[in-house]
């Protein structure tokens, strides 16, 4: 049985594999695969603002200790803040405990390596193999060989002072007005500090976490209240983080929410003017990316690679091809030259940049690019029964889709019991009723199977 998802172990509290009883040991279960050979055995561990992060927090702590690890508490930060400090304090791994746009009831961990970077297909397996085989009970370690826990003090100061690094200091962002959703969560904090030092005139919504509010009709999933907000003040962009901010949307001067394609087609054709990169680049982006924003690509000279869903798999690309970014429609960005772990702010204040270099609002950087409509469809699946039925199912679903001049991906999530089906379509060559009626049979496929 998995327990890894796309993007780590994520479930619901106090149900398996999310209790404090599994926790403890998948603790101990990583401290024994990704603990490095002659280190100083050293395990940085951060949370969100979820009210479950006071048992798991402890939990963790207790089992890494148990295991002659030093645990190094820095939360609540951003999970990219994590993978920054667990690489300048030269520990063996980081724990992120998140669920990360997900609600305050659900929780989740996130691994990552020494070099700051989720950690491989192959560790996690070797994790769940000692999760369920391992004997922790007869694992003894002496009394004097056991680890000890201490707080970070300055964590945020050193996030915020990292982050700042890799903005120009030339720009000035003072005329700037911003409006900013933290979601309630782990960048609740350090978020507003950080764009109050870089001197924008700030309006900061949803920063008041009391555990059960975090992600809940706000932030990146939510950004409607803060599209008002963006109207209202006549700011120049909002800013929407998830509970964890590793993902961004963001917002233009109008009120228009733009989509991740939207985003990374602003950076590439900045870059590309800008000569960051050259003609017959390409960009990274997931399989669900949108077919109008690889189009708009090819017009202006660059090439799209899809990957399957997951941040990692945008990471693995940018650096086994050697590319410089990508990122996903969902709000995750990667960069080459930055943390190389998704970092909402990060992508927020780039594109700031841009607006600031080319003296253009947002909504001009944005239009050169044509979409195509999406309709997303999350049918809920039994998940055994899906995997019994999935290869007929996959042909019975194409059958349904296929000739229908439609652009279409099919993938379970990692992260809940539902099969996703992406469908994208240019408006003018198909018909509302026959667009209505394959999806209808598709969720009927789809319950008859699992």
Do not use: W
């Not at 007869?138 to 201490?150: C, D, F, T, W, Y």
């Not at 059960?212 to 008002?228: E, V």
């Not at 924003?293 to 990692?312: H, T, Y």
């Amino acid at each position: 049985m998995r327990l890894f998802g796309t993007d780590g172990i994520r479930g619901e509290v106090n149900k398996y594999p999310l209790t404090a009883e599994s926790i403890l040991k998948l603790s101990k279960a990583a401290s024994l695969v990704l603990r490095k050979k002659n280190s100083i055995n050293r395990v940085v561990v951060n949370k969100d603002t979820r009210l479950s992060g006071y048992i798991f927090e402890p939990v963790i702590t207790a089992g890494l200790i148990s295991m002659g690890m030093d645990v190094v508490l820095v939360g609540p930060l951003p999970t990219p803040a994590l993978s920054l400090l667990g690489k300048s304090l030269r520990a063996d791994f980081s724990i992120m405990i998140t669920a990360s746009h997900n609600p305050y009831q659900d929780n989740g961990l996130k691994f990552f390596n020494s070099n700051g970077l989720k950690i491989s297909l192959e560790e996690e397996k070797k994790i769940e193999d000692l999760f369920f085989n391992y004997d922790f009970e007869n694992h003894k370690i002496k009394s004097n060989a056991l680890g000890k826990a201490e707080r970070l003090i300055d964590a945020i100061g050193r996030y915020s002072e990292a982050l700042k690094q890799e903005i120009d200091k030339k720009i000035i962002f003072h005329d700037m007005k911003v409006v900013l959703d933290t979601a309630n969560g782990a960048a609740y904090k350090v978020a507003p500090q950080i764009l109050y030092e870089l001197g924008v005139d700030l309006k900061t919504m949803n920063n008041s976490p009391n555990g059960t509010n975090i992600n809940a009709d706000c932030g990146s999933l939510f950004p409607a209240k803060a599209s008002k907000q963006v109207i209202k003040r006549k700011a120049n962009i909002g800013i929407c983080l998830d509970g964890d901010a590793d993902r961004v949307v963001l917002i233009d001067e109008k009120g228009i929410i733009l989509s991740g394609e939207e985003i990374l087609y602003i950076i590439a054709k900045h870059y590309l003017k800008n000569k960051l990169i050259k003609k017959g680049s390409t960009i990274i982006s997931n399989e669900v990316a949108n077919y109008g924003f690889e189009q708009s690509l090819k017009k202006i000279g660059l090439n799209l690679l899809r990957v399957k869903v997951g941040d990692k798999n945008i990471i693995e690309a940018i650096v086994n091809k050697v590319h410089l970014f990508g990122g996903e429609p969902s709000g995750h960005f990667i960069f080459k030259n930055s943390n190389l772990i998704g970092d909402g702010l990060v992508a927020a204040i780039k594109v700031m940049s841009i607006m600031k270099k080319e003296n253009k609002k947002l909504s001009e950087l944005r239009k050169d690019l044509q979409m195509y409509e999406v309709l997303e469809i999350n049918q809920k699946i039994d998940k055994e029964l899906f995997i019994l039925n999935q290869e007929n199912l996959y042909i019975d679903l194409i059958k349904i889709i296929k000739n229908k001049k439609i652009f279409y991906s099919i993938r379970p999530s990692g992260t809940e019991p539902l099969l996703r089906v992406n469908l994208q379509y240019d408006k003018r060559s198909i018909k509302t009723n026959v667009l209505n009626n394959i999806k209808l049979k598709i969720i009927k496929k789809i319950s008859d199977a699992c």
